[in-house]
């Protein structure tokens, strides 16, 4: 039997479904319940897409979804091109960004910063208490393997335990190789209330499988919307 979230009074846990490439996919993670809809521009990616294709995507996406754009160490012309043209509800910095590169960027643009931190460790716990402050979330993830082109997407966790009871004051979310199979057990170990997946819902890189969303979801006890 597949273990499912032990849910409590504070309600099931969101998820986002970074890495979107295609209106399918758009539907199948707003259908599945999905919280937020990730799109990246970072140009080594398999899943990045262009400002002008993530717009047509956004406008795909339902109300209610929050469509969040994923940034590495980018530029201010770099972060303005893509904000100029999609309808981005919050910026998600992934690289090696500063407390205070992330204070720019949020006051800058006006949106909401998620800040991606990589965790290995209780001292990278540290390092998001640093954010404290300036961003509006944190993003747990593994650290990227040695040699890794991608600072996110590769399917790899972290020792989950190392987040129980940890303090932090930022709403937090938690990522690193997660799929419908491990995401309820990361949950009830670490306490996470929102989760990110991208590969681990893949069929190849940057294809999205509907039914892995699904399946997805329906560990973390999220009920789906309706069509229409």
Partial sequence: MAIRVGLTGSGPVRFKVCGITAEDQVEA???AGAGYLGFVFFPRS???VTAERARELAWAAPVGVAKVGLFVDATDDELGR???VVPLDMIQLHGGESPERVAEVRARWGLPVMKAVGVASLADLEVARSYEGVA????LDAKAPAGSVLPGGNGVAFDWGLLFGHGLSL???LAGGLTPDNVALAVNVSGAQQVDVSSGVESAPGVKD???VRDFAAALGVRGRSRG
């Fill in 29 to 31: 993670a707003a259908q």
């Fill in 46 to 48: 398999p899943r990045a």
């Fill in 82 to 84: 893509v904000l100029d």
């Fill in 136 to 139: 509006d979330q944190l993003l």
């Fill in 171 to 173: 709403p937090w979310m």
């Fill in 210 to 212: 509907a039914r892995m």
